[in-house]
């Protein structure tokens, strides 16, 4: 069994889509789908289901994901030991793809400056992170929180922070370069369709966007053209005009999809919270300073 296996599965799992996952991965397609049939010859069992579109792992695949996430971060504190690094001065932060892609570098420099700290990051849903914590294979988790799909720790046992708040709304590339009115927008009508862009339903933002419609009331009269588990993949599909996409506003920002503009109003929007897991009894030097950081910021 190979590292790399395990790094490859755990990508998969976090993007549900097996070109994404190896274009992260930097192999091709055909290279990546051979070593995840070798992890699962090695693990002598399936763990993707390849009868299904989108995506779905099996029940083995889906027992091992939180697993492949917990090893991969015993086997970079091995690393680190093996490498005569200061293991104590490791901080182990899991959090979500999109979060980590737009959110980290500006966060980290600001929470780790003056500190020697070496950080030691691992991408994967809300479910599997928060395992990952509650396991003690993570020293902290970053991730999105909404009333439609609240977290409820024990708050004996975790403390939590509220970092940011961000507005999830529809976005559509613009009409043209110079009328920046969207191509789609909300309502639409049976007679102007708006095609859909939408998260797979397994992934946190799928029932954050539920919670919209529901409330909302009227039905959406556009097809769903396109299902991911990647923010930035129906960013980019709404970008190519495909569609349109709710995307959180730190998605967009920077200029990261500079066609892109809201397409809705108020009542098509709503807001997500940014908050920070760790563990109360994880005391250890660096994560409190990383924490007090946190807090102050």
Request: with cysteine; net charge negative; aromatic share 8%.
């Amino acid at each position: 069994m190979e590292t790399r296996w395990i790094q490859d599965f755990v990508t998969l799992a976090d993007v549900r889509n097996f070109t994404r996952a190896a274009e992260l991965r930097n192999v091709s397609q055909a290279a990546f789908s051979r070593r995840i049939q070798a992890l699962e010859q090695w693990l002598g069992t399936a763990l993707v289901d390849r009868t299904c579109f989108p995506l779905r792992f099996t029940e083995a695949g889906e027992r091992f994901r939180a697993s492949a996430v917990a090893l991969l971060a015993q086997i970079d504190d091995v690393r680190a030991e093996a490498a005569g690094e200061n293991a104590n001065n490791n901080v182990k932060l899991a959090m979500p793809y999109a979060l980590a892609a737009t959110r980290l570098s500006p966060w980290w420099d600001d929470w780790s400056q003056g500190l020697d700290a070496r950080l030691s990051v691992s991408t994967g849903n809300v479910l599997d992170t928060m395992q990952a914590l509650s396991e003690g294979s993570v020293d902290l988790v970053i991730g999105y929180l909404h009333a439609a799909s609240p977290i409820a720790p024990d708050l004996s046992r975790h403390e939590h922070l509220l970092l940011d708040t961000e507005k999830v709304r529809p976005y559509s590339v613009a009409a043209s370069a110079t009328d920046r009115s969207p191509r789609f927008a909300l309502p639409d009508t049976p007679g102007h369709p708006a095609p859909l862009l939408m998260y797979s339903p397994t992934v946190y933002f799928s029932r954050v966007v539920r919670s919209i419609l529901d409330a909302e009331g009227p039905s959406l009269h556009g097809p769903t053209v396109v299902e991911s588990a990647m923010t930035d993949v129906l960013a980019s599909m709404a970008e190519k005009g495909m569609g349109l996409a709710w995307l959180p506003d730190s998605c967009v920002a920077q200029g990261r999809f500079p066609s892109l503009v809201p397409a809705a109003d108020a009542r098509w929007c709503t807001h997500v919270d940014v908050v920070a897991f760790r563990l109360r009894h994880n005391t250890r030097p660096v994560v409190e300073r990383v924490w007090s950081r946190m807090a102050a910021a």
